[in-house]
């Protein structure tokens, strides 16, 4: 059976995909398309930020199996926020050391579902030789203790002292390697991490030691957050060269896609952004909110966590929360660059768009008088289409401002470590992160919007889900196609 390679690709945008190829500056994202077939509609979850897209690809479900819900979070367990990396500014706000350790160690370790699966899992557990290059998921069956390799690796290791569970091969940064390759991360810096990956990546191919690795390229959302999305093509072009060089140590392209299945995806698209939302700003009065500057965690009644071009909003006052909630959702509503609010009311699923109306909808149990979305899922709906420029014509919802967006969103509010309330921004805008961040005169995501939920898929030599069709591509179709590739359902 040929090997396969999932290479991610952060924040590919389709568009982005045609010009590098129009420029010939992506031979092996050129060859992998006229061997298979591209995507220009594979559509990110909500919020499209990639903490939650990366868990759906490598688990092949939504956050409300896997329980990543955001870049930023708070955890009610623990009565305090989550931070994965928005900015280093937003990391010293909230901790440094308590950033890395939630990065590197709980979001698999403790925060991410230990009933979703990865693709390392079920592929470790078929006998499949795993390898996997530094991914924000990594959670396998394979036991790596903290490299010692190199004097900087040597002084993390004050920090970082525990081993961790990954695929047979596994390559985090320069903190965890099974193997010495001389290929250096400066501990993830970006800029550094593609050609890491491709180093490493390189290495295992010349070297015959896995049938699966995921080569993960996340640079060029670095690219795009500073220059803009329509800046990717320089950045697409530097991922698809360590595509090239895995191939080429594989014996060549041509070789390498005959003894290669291959997956090539975005976790989300990019958007331009103009200006910013002040979500801190809007509850300042009247609110006791949690956080540096704010109220102690005993006394807070709100948790605010910006995510880019989205948001989630916690009401931490349990007894509260019933009349907190229709509170959070008027004031935001009146938020300049707030596009669509959504919440639970009972039931239902309630989106509002402040100028359009107000959809209710609810995962259908009676398809008598339901709708069903691009993909066959079955929905109740009421109210204003108008929420999401929606359609029904035969039976079938169309939102194509906003693609996926009941299952997409019905995921969000069901995730157990989800917030009450969640936003997400208009076109132009961005909440910025806790330390101030923001991404203006740039790109960023994370928005149900179809601008930076749309990212691109390239593949051959797997076959796509039976769904497959316009408007029915997900990200957490990835998974279940390498899965199915060796034989594993």
Request: hydrophobic share 40%.
């Amino acid at each position: 059976m040929p090997r396969a390679l999932l290479a991610v690709i952060d924040g590919m945008k389709p568009s982005m995909v045609h010009r590098a190829i129009e420029r010939g500056e992506a031979p092996a994202l050129e060859a992998i398309i006229e061997r298979g077939a591209f995507v220009d509609e594979l559509c990110a979850a909500f919020p499209s930020v990639t903490p939650v897209c990366a868990t759906a690809i490598a688990t092949g479900t939504l956050q409300d199996r896997h329980h990543i819900a955001g870049m930023n979070w708070w955890k009610r367990d623990e009565r305090r926020y989550v931070e994965y990396g928005s900015s280093f500014r937003a990391a010293r706000k909230l901790g440094i050391a308590k950033q890395l350790t939630d990065t590197v160690y709980n979001l698999n370790g403790s925060h991410l579902n230990p009933e979703a699966l990865t693709v390392y899992e079920q592929l470790d557990d078929a006998g499949v030789r795993t390898a996997g290059t530094t991914y924000l998921v990594y959670r396998g069956r394979h036991e790596h203790g903290v490299s010692r390799e190199t004097a900087l690796t040597r002084l993390a290791g004050q920090l970082f002292r525990k081993p961790v569970l990954g695929p047979r091969e596994l390559f985090y940064a320069d903190i965890f390697a099974s193997r010495q390759t001389g290929c250096r991360s400066q501990m993830g810096l970006p800029g550094i991490r593609d050609q890491h990956s491709g180093c490493v990546g390189a290495w295992l191919a010349a070297r015959d030691l896995y049938d699966f690795m995921l080569l993960s390229l996340p640079d060029n959302d670095t690219h795009s957050h500073k220059n803009g999305p329509h800046a990717q093509a320089t950045s697409i072009a530097a991922a698809d060269a360590q595509i090239m060089r895995v191939a080429e140590a594989a014996g060549g392209l041509q070789r390498f896609l005959d003894t290669h299945a291959v997956v090539v995806c975005a976790d989300h698209s990019h958007a331009a952004v103009e200006r910013t939302i002040d979500l801190r700003g809007a509850f300042a009065e009247g609110w006791a909110i949690a956080g540096p500057g704010g109220a102690t965690v005993e006394e807070a009644e709100l948790a605010l966590c910006p995510n880019q071009r989205a948001a989630m909003v916690y009401a931490l006052v349990e007894e509260a929360r019933d009349a907190t909630v229709p509170k959070v959702v008027a004031t935001a509503a009146a938020l300049p660059g707030v596009d669509v609010i959504a919440y639970r009311d009972g039931e239902d699923g309630v989106l509002q768009a402040p100028d359009r109306g107000t959809l209710r909808f609810r995962a259908a149990t009676d398809v008598a008088g339901a709708v069903r979305d691009a993909r066959g899922n079955a929905w109740t709906v009421s109210g204003d289409l108008s929420a999401l420029n929606a359609s029904v014509s035969d039976g079938t919802f169309d939102a194509p401002d906003y693609p996926d967006a009941l299952r997409r969103v019905w995921a969000a509010l069901s995730c157990a470590t989800s917030g009450d309330v969640l936003l997400s921004a208009a076109p132009g805008y961005e909440f910025p992160d806790w330390g101030g961040g923001h991404h203006v005169g740039g790109g960023s995501h994370g928005s149900l919007h179809r601008s930076d939920s749309l990212g691109a898929l390239a593949y051959c030599g797997v076959e796509p889900p039976a769904h497959a069709g316009p408007g029915a591509w997900s990200i957490s179709d990835v998974a279940p196609m390498v899965l199915a590739h060796f034989g594993v359902r």
